[in-house]
């Protein structure tokens, strides 16, 4: 299969996955009080609002990935799996809580991996 048609069946499956998530927490709002209750409430709103980014997110890197492994080491990276870092030049705002940030193991770095 030519990777443009491996990239747009993965996409066609993370779309089902993303409408079967919905339609079952529609389903179970429908049902379950608790659930009907947080959907409508400002928490609620912000959460779907929260997921429907990272879902979109996780698509593109599929969609923009060299290869399908790609996508995973990038996902993986973005999960923190390879270790945290942020850019050297940032690392004077963060002087306040360096010691939480060094508890935490991120390290500050000059460097970037391209995949």
């Keep these: 299969m030519a990777r443009r048609q491996l990239e747009f069946c993965v996409l066609g499956w993370l779309h089902d996955f993303y409408l079967m998530v ?3 927490w529609v389903a179970a709002a429908e049902n379950i009080p608790v659930i009907a209750k947080f959907r409508r409430s400002a928490a609620g709103a912000r959460f779907g609002w929260a997921l429907t980014f990272v879902s979109v997110v996780v698509a593109w890197v599929f969609f923009r990935a060299t290869s ?3 996508a995973l080491r990038i996902m993986k990276g973005m999960a923190g799996q390879n270790g945290i870092a942020i850019p050297a030049g940032f690392a004077f705002a ?9 508890a935490l ?3 500050s770095s000059n460097e970037s991996e391209v995949i």
């Design 22 to 24: 919905n339609h079952a």
């Design 68 to 70: 399908v492994d790609a």
């Design 94 to 102: 963060l002087e306040p809580i360096q010691g939480l940030i060094s």
């Design 105 to 107: 193991g991120i390290t």
